[in-house]
């Protein structure tokens, strides 16, 4: 397996409501992150979660709550998110090095109306 | 800290023609370099890198970039496109040292190749 998966694909969330987001891989990466992106724009940093533990937060606002249950499954927690939140919300893991480069999963396309 | 330019944001060409994506870096210490291509409403996939070792690194559709040390660049190049390749192409570096796992990306380039 040398996928990331990442669901849902498409998330439409109001400003008042709760969701999640998940990715999970089975790579045996001890590395995994989640990024943001804007149309036409490159991926920005979120977070960075090295054997499990969150090792960077790029000052991201509180309504984002990231999760590592395990090795193999990252969780996004979403509330109150403004309407300017939505984006591609890509979820990426690397092995244990920071040179091997990451591998991302597709993506869950997010609107908050 | 490390950054990355892409000098294009848009490149047109006509199929079958040469093409060259510009990417250089800025960086105090030794670096790894990649290249990811994304498709429309995708996630990006790692089309190739340079890790050490030989300067000229190739991927398995025809792409191949070249590592200058000396003028900081890592350009991407395909010598004939296919419409296929049209897709938005990222140049992106990782610092090396420590468990710093943080990859700076370039702002992309459009290849947008044309019949």
């Known amino acids: 397996d040398t996928e990331v998966t990442q669901t849902p694909k498409h998330l439409v969330m109001g400003m008042t409501n709760k969701k999640s987001l998940k990715c999970e891989q089975h790579m045996g990466h001890r590395a995994m992150y989640w990024y943001k992106q804007k149309a036409k724009k490159p991926p920005e940093l979120m977070f960075v979660?090295?054997?499990?533990?969150l090792s960077i937060n790029e000052s991201v606002p509180s309504r984002f709550s990231p999760e590592c249950p395990n090795s193999s499954l990252l969780n996004l927690h979403l509330h109150a998110l403004q309407p300017e939140d939505s984006a591609l919300y890509l979820c990426?893991?690397?092995?244990?090095?920071w040179g091997y480069g990451y591998t991302f999963g597709s993506g869950t396309r997010l609107t908050v109306v | 800290a490390q950054s990355v330019t892409q000098l294009d944001s848009q490149v047109p060409v006509f199929e079958e023609a040469p093409v060259e994506l510009r990417c250089n870096y800025s960086?105090?210490?030794?670096?790894?370099l990649f290249w990811y291509v994304q498709y429309p409403n995708q996630g990006l996939q790692l089309l190739l890198k340079y890790l050490s070792g030989s300067t000229l690194v190739e991927s398995i559709n025809g792409f191949e970039a070249e590592f200058n040390k000396s003028q900081t660049s890592f350009h991407l190049r395909k010598p004939s496109v296919h419409i296929s390749d049209t897709a938005e192409y990222f140049c992106a570096v990782s610092e090396g040292g420590g468990s710093n796992y943080k990859l700076t990306f370039g702002k992309g380039t459009l290849l947008t190749v044309n019949p």
């Open positions: 990426a893991s690397s092995q244990d090095s």
């Open positions: 960086s105090s210490v030794s670096v790894y």
């Open positions: 979660y090295s054997y499990e533990k």
